[in-house]
């Protein structure tokens, strides 16, 4: 993939995340709260598990943007790669 190519993906993945965190509340009533969080964690806290969520987006989109994730996948791949 070319940078100028890597460098939009990134940050295109970076603004959703960004997103995700800002409008928790719509997430909420898009797509419902989520029962494994509100069983392990308490009643309320899907929007932290959204805001968690948003955060890992931006995350990963700062490692696209870096280029780093191809280093990560390349490790994650050697675990099940044979010598």
Do not use: C, H
């Not at 009533?29 to 964690?41: I, N, S």
Request: charged content about 15%.
């Amino acid at each position: 993939m070319s940078d100028i190519y890597r460098i939009l993906l990134g940050i295109a993945v970076m603004l959703i995340g960004l997103w995700m965190v800002i409008k928790t509340e719509l997430l909420l009533e898009w797509f419902g709260e989520v029962d494994w969080a509100e069983e392990k964690m308490g009643y309320g806290q899907s929007r932290l598990f959204y805001k968690l969520l948003g955060t890992g987006v931006s995350f990963l989109g700062i490692l696209i943007l870096t280029n780093i994730i191809s280093d990560v996948l390349a490790a994650f791949a050697g675990i099940f790669v044979r010598p």
